[in-house]
T-cell receptor, first 115, second 112 residues
Framework: GAVVSQHPSRVICKSGTSVKIECRSLDFQATTMFWYRQFPKQSLMLMATSNEGSKATYEQGVEKDKFLINHASLTLSTLTVTSAHPEDSSFYIC???????????FGSGTRLTVV | AQTVTQSQPEMSVQEAETVTLSCTYDTSESDYYLFWYKQPPSRQMILVIRQEAYKQQNATENRFSVNFQKAAKSFSLKISDSQLGDAAMYFCAQGGADGLTFGKGTHLIIQP
């Protein structure tokens, strides 16, 4: 089945620094990658949609300058949290759909802690 | 805008019994899919079952089945012969062209 590899699984960074999270589709081409954020005991909230070769689209309330998304190829999308602050601490998950209606495959998530 | 509502924050069931998790949704799209995902403590999202909205027949996957009522915009999940490994958060989701919209989740507890 379709696999999405996400790294790192856990990262602790100092306030003010930047962190990059990578998601790779291993056995299919993902023209679109979705990025979600999940706070403890809450549901997943869509942050942005990353499209290969074009600019990402962000959900209302998500700062595009803080959460930089790059979809450089059909198998790689990255999310960079810039100038991270403690309130950015969360669980970030990417997902992609191998084909329409197949069901989205999720990465294993990244637990970001900003200290 | 799409909304997905799960009205049961927590459900508990005895091992080997049957449990039903409820979900309602609202969408203006005509072409969409519905999903149930399981999230165990590892937080890996696992697809449990999916339903094409244009299909009237309810989807089944082994012990998991859905009751899809399109007119009522209802999409419940039935788990038969519950097992300890079924304990997790379950999220109902509606998928359109713009990704998934999730419900708030139901925490399923399996009593041994």
């Amino acid at each position: 089945g379709a696999v999405v590899s996400q790294h790192p699984s856990r990262v602790i960074c100092k306030s003010g620094t930047s962190v990059k999270i990578e998601c790779r589709s291993l056995d299919f081409q993902a023209t679109t990658m979705f990025w979600y954020r999940q706070f403890p005991k809450q549901s997943l909230m869509l942050m942005a949609t990353s499209n290969e070769g074009s600019k990402a689209t962000y959900e209302q309330g998500v700062e595009k300058d803080k959460f930089l998304i790059n979809h450089a190829s059909l198998t790689l999308s990255t999310l960079t949290v810039t100038s991270a602050h403690p309130e950015d601490s969360s669980f970030y998950i990417c997902s992609a759909e191998q084909w329409r209606g197949n069901g989205y495959t999720f990465g294993s998530g990244t637990r970001l802690t900003v200290v | 805008a799409q909304t997905v509502t799960q009205s049961q924050p927590e459900m508990s069931v005895q091992e080997a019994e049957t449990v039903t998790l409820s979900c309602t949704y609202d969408t203006s799209e005509s072409d969409y899919y519905l999903f149930w995902y399981k999230q165990p403590p590892s937080r890996q999202m696992i697809l449990v079952i999916r339903q094409e909205a244009y299909k009237q027949q309810n989807a089944t996957e082994n012990r998991f089945s859905v009751n899809f009522q399109k007119a009522a915009k209802s999409f419940s999940l039935k788990i038969s012969d519950s097992q300890l490994g079924d304990a997790a958060m379950y999220f109902c989701a509606q998928g359109g062209a713009d990704g998934l919209t999730f419900g708030k989740g139901t925490h399923l507890i399996i009593q041994p």
